[in-house]
């Protein structure tokens, strides 16, 4: 039973999250950056930590002190979404902490990390996806070829990667 939840993420993001644990009368951890000293999410929770080193340092991205931070305070790790949520190793670093990640395991998030990988397991548990190939393009050739079978526009994208990058539309 998860018994109190530090959210690494800001903003929206965080009263989110922070609203529904006040519903399920679970204890809220905000961390936050000199510049977001007085926002509403670290008002909001019963907890506070500035995680940042200076006036200038506005980085949430501190893996490090975030797990710090959850171990003096005893709380889950709910990393909102972006950046951590699809961090494999942050979630690895939870789950060797023995700290809750509250997400997938470093394994999923590894797994779906990879399109090629993501793309097998929804293929094996019958989840239909868009036409594309399920291997690496050996060359640019390669490419205009299935990209000719399927048909333009295409995107084509990175093996790795998320959040849109290293994706590009071709016609």
């Known amino acids: 039973m998860i018994k109190k939840v530090l959210v690494a993420n800001r903003g929206e993001i965080a009263m989110r999250i922070f609203r529904t644990c006040r519903v399920m009368n679970i204890p809220t951890v905000a961390i ?15 907890e506070a930590y500035c995680i940042s080193e200076d006036e200038a340092d506005t980085s949430y991205l501190k893996p490090d002190l975030i797990l710090e931070i959850a171990k003096k305070t005893g709380a889950a790790i709910h990393p909102g979404y972006g950046f ?6 942050f979630a690895r ?37 868009i036409p594309g190939s399920d291997r690496p393009l050996k060359d ?16 084509l994208k990175a093996a790795g990667g998320g959040g849109g990058r290293g994706m590009r539309r071709c016609d």
């Open 84 to 89: 951590l949520s699809e961090n494999a190793d």
């Open 140 to 155: 640019g050739e390669e490419a205009l070829a299935k990209a000719v079978e399927y048909g333009f526009p295409i995107i």
């Open 32 to 46: 936050y950056t000199h510049v977001d000293r007085g926002a509403l999410h670290v008002r909001y929770a019963e």
């Open 93 to 129: 670093a939870c789950e060797e902490a023995g700290i809750t990640f509250i997400g997938p395991s470093s394994t999923i998030l590894a797994q779906m990390g990879d399109k090629l990988t993501a793309k097998a397991i929804a293929h094996a548990c019958g989840v239909p996806t």
